[in-house]
């Protein structure tokens, strides 16, 4: 997408264009885009996108957060930059670190603090 945004950008090729945010706008409206959480997982498992492998890797989220940024600077649209920052904001609330690292995918142990909190268990700490 944005080998095509750039190209639209330097020629004008309004197809480029078109290619580009049609891509986008697919993504971000199928079972690849958590629409609830944030964040792309890395695949969906059905031929209509609408499954998600529920996956979610740092790699192809920050990937995907620069695209969308990109169509946004180029197009102006809103609905790119809202696909922008919500999916920083799930990065930032579910891989980065404590000590302000980023991890590759959630990490299993926020994951269980968040379940036991959703389900009404009390944890204890330590």
């Not at 169509?71 to 904001?89: I, K, Y």
């Amino acid at each position: 997408m944005r080998l095509l945004l750039r190209h639209h950008q330097r020629t004008g090729d309004a197809d480029a264009l078109r290619m580009a945010t049609l891509t986008l706008e697919k993504m971000a409206a199928a079972g690849l885009y958590d629409q609830l959480a944030g964040g792309f997982h890395r695949y969906s498992t059905d031929a209509q996108w609408l499954v998600p492998h529920f996956e979610k890797m740092l790699y192809d989220n920050a990937l995907l957060v620069v695209a969308y940024a990109e169509a946004f600077q180029v197009t102006g649209r809103a609905d790119f930059a809202r696909v922008a920052r919500e999916t920083c904001d799930y990065v930032l609330r579910e891989m980065t670190d404590a000590a302000g690292g980023f991890h590759s995918r959630p990490t299993p142990i926020r994951k269980a603090k968040k379940d036991a909190s959703s389900s009404g268990a009390r944890t204890r700490s330590a």
